[in-house]
């Protein structure tokens, strides 16, 4: 006979007795294992076993309500420092969980976002950089550091980030960008918009040709004043539009949603905050924050213009996801 307990936090369960796997005797409890589970000993074989485990994920020994609430501050911009005074873990125990829960967004986002039909398109490449700048960079520091660009790409209308890569502001980062891309749209026509980026020029009719309209918009900025800060945005005076491939309409020639999508990432990544010290040192770790961001704002966040996720408004989803479902 098993007895179930439940502890005041209503997560965790434990046993007053629990039958033997092996000789299916009556055992008796026998301590707890390091992870908090209930341990027993057999009163016939005298074999020791534990109980099942039902608020822990997987190979962890932290409960689920930890877990969830550490990656919620993480996911809401917090630094790694903050929520490791706000939740008690040990940075380098929440940084495991980060890259735990980036690879199963990872798969996730691989798993689901496929084929997805598509209208309008947009991309852009975002900086940042790891550990060091790339002015800093020395000739036998590691490759991963210095700068790491985000190549994001969103459909206009449902907001949905189709793909995302990281990587060097070359070639090689956006043909692998691109293609990724390919995989999750669908066949049918639809238009793409990007910056004036050259790399993205033979990108896209190489890869994309046989679906997609192509355009670019680039910004001509005024030149800085003399005397003005540093970190003062520029004045746009002109833009530039320019049909690369296909028949482009140029009412739908637009970055301004992708820009925008730049600005939630500035806010809601801790590591892409310009002028802080919360920068990445790992690309690892970066990589995982950006997973973990893009799978809780498709699935999980309810975007204020559409009053539903981005996935629900693109027929992937049919309801809000909790953070949890991510992980499990």
Known sequence: MVVNCVDKSNRLLYYQSMKCPTCKAEGQRFGTNRNGSQRFRCVQCKKTYSAPVTDRLPGSTIPLATVENVLQLLIEGCSVRSVERISGLHRDTMLKLLVAAGEKCEKLLGRLIVNVPVQDVSADEMWGFIFKKEKAMRSDDDPNYGDAYCFVAMENNTKLVLNFALGKR????????IEGLRHATAHGRFQITTDGFRPYLSSIPNTLADRAD????SKIYRATP??????????????????????PDPKRICTSHIERQNLTMRMQIRRLTRLTNGFSKKWENHWAALCLHFAYYNFCRIHRTLRVTPAMEAGISDHPWELLELLT
């Open 226 to 247: 003399e005397g003005e800060r540093r970190y003062s945005p520029a004045e746009v005076v002109a833009t530039e539009v320019v049909p690369v491939m296909g028949e």
């Open 214 to 217: 192509f355009a670019t918009l």
């Open 170 to 177: 070359n070639q090689a980062t956006t043909d692998i960008f």
